[in-house]
């Protein structure tokens, strides 16, 4: 009788002890697995800084920010850069040949009036950006300077300006986070 009461009480501290490993190796699990399916992940602000940013330029480009954004990140090429160079060469598409969406004075060599029309500002921003990346990049040009001196007939003075709005681009705060735009 004594050695029942013994496996008695054996079993009955192990069953009363099991349910709480159980539980607490479900719960751990569960955490885990909720932490795996829930990264943090800091949200991309890239889209809303540079729309607001143009926004203050009254910029006819503004709605396509995340046009260029993505042509940025398709053309590895640094998400400040093409817009920066729409800032140069046209004060952000507010100065372009009539009807041409060519803010980057895209195909319009020393003397030449129009250089290439595009059929819209996403259509423009894709084809600079697909230019910038295989016509100088591929080609070896590492910096914006690089690009300069074949994009510009003083390209000394357009790399300085490129890079002015590039830096200021990314130094660009909204005042206030209601000022952010919501991007889609």
Known sequence: MKRILIIFIT???FFSF???QVLAASEAGSAA????????VQPDTRVARLQAFLEQYDSPLAGEAKTFIEEADRNNLDWKLVAAIAGVESTFGKEIPAGSYNAWGWGIPTGAQDGIHFTSWADGIAQVS????????VNGAKTICDIGWVYAA?????????NYFVNKIDAFQPVTPSELPVSI
């Open 11 to 13: 079993l009955l501290a």
């Open 18 to 20: 099991l349910p709480k």
């Open 33 to 40: 697995q909720l932490a795996y399916r829930i990264p943090t």
């Open 130 to 137: 697909e230019g910038l990346h295989t016509r100088y990049f």
């Open 154 to 162: 003083n390209g000394n003075s357009w790399c300085t300006h490129t």
